[in-house]
């Protein structure tokens, strides 16, 4: 065991991120035990971005070799842990096999297993902002920008929509300021067999960004999936940008400096823009996570996770 990392005291989850510490969860965690009856506690790994692999796997050991050590949730470095651990891992569900990433560490038993939840969290996030038939009805399309883990899943998700005979975007634009990104995107997509109608764009600069909005039908919605805004400073688009009338401008972020957001807000009146923050795919992406640490059911819709939700604003707001 590695001893950049205490042995825990009492049953702990674990958040692997960049800035653990300002994320709304510690202040969450503590409410959700109670409201759940989990005797556990939550604790920071903090790593910068693209890490070296063997500080990926010092974590992966430790939480897989520490008893009281029961899981984590994995945000930014999933994509990299996955790469640098994953012969350190029993078991891993079918998305982190096609995804090649893990959001989930939990246990059962004595193996140490990993999920990438995003598919299944993303979708549940879209679902709650687009009514279903939104698609069809509207004959909008989807622009992602960011060729990333999360902007990968949400395409998974879409993808087991259209194979299921729901509605899906009429067309679906990823952008993305480097090329191997989006092959390996396409590469997934090809593998996939998928027949979603996707056009993979690169755009070094927030300039090219702000073309793909141009072109956009009204009514289509543009998520910000690059982490610009969190984990680094800025927006992936420019100050000119402009949204498509009647769309929905979402951000996968909650926090930090949500400058996509201002560009969206300042055209709220002029261009009829919807602004969604990150917050819900926050709460579906904790609870999925828990849900599978601890190994208790926790409903995705209804008035228990609408308890959740305002338990977790509460404890959010508490000496904000």
Not at 215 to 244: H, I, M, Q
Not at 296 to 317: K, M
Request: charged residues 25%; glycine residues 8%; aromatic residues 8%.
């Amino acid at each position: 065991m590695t001893g950049r990392h205490a042995p825990a005291n009492r049953p702990t989850m674990y958040f692997v991120g960049v800035t653990t510490t300002k994320s709304s969860i510690m202040k969450v965690f503590p409410a959700w035990a109670r409201e759940l009856n989990l005797d556990a506690v939550i604790e920071g790994i903090d790593l910068p971005l693209d890490d070296a692999p063997e500080h990926y796997r010092e974590v992966v050991s430790f939480i897989k070799e520490d008893p009281q050590s029961l899981g984590a949730l994995v945000t930014t470095h999933k994509l990299n842990l996955f790469k640098a651990a994953r012969d350190l891992f029993d078991g891993v569900g079918e998305e982190t096999r096609l995804l090649d990433e893990v959001s989930s560490i939990s246990k059962r038993g004595e193996q140490l297993w990993g999920h990438a939840m995003d598919p299944v969290t993303s979708g549940l996030s879209l679902e709650a902002v687009v009514p279903d038939g939104y698609w069809s009805a509207t004959g909008a399309e989807l622009l992602l920008l960011g060729a990333g883990g999360s902007s990968l899943a949400l395409t998974l998700y879409l993808h087991n929509r259209a194979r299921a005979g729901r509605d899906v975007p009429s067309r679906i634009v990823v952008t993305n300021r480097r090329e191997a990104r989006l092959r390996e995107m396409r590469a997934v997509h090809e593998r996939l067999g998928s027949t979603l109608p996707i056009e993979y764009r690169l755009a070094p600069e927030p300039e090219r960004n702000d073309e793909q909005l141009r072109s956009l039908a009204p009514e289509s919605v543009v998520v910000n999936a690059t982490g610009l805004g969190k984990d680094r400073p800025g927006s992936p688009l420019t100050g000119a940008a402009v949204f498509p009338r009647d769309c929905l401008a979402w951000d996968f972020n909650y926090r930090g400096d949500l400058v996509f957001l201002d560009q969206a807000r300042a055209q709220q009146q002029s261009r009829n823009v919807r602004v969604v923050d990150g917050w819900l795919y926050f709460i579906h992406g904790w609870t999925r996570v828990i849900a599978e640490v601890f190994h208790i059911d926790i409903p995705t819709h209804g008035p228990a996770f609408e308890r959740l939700s305002r338990v977790a604003r509460d404890a959010s707001q508490e000496n904000a």
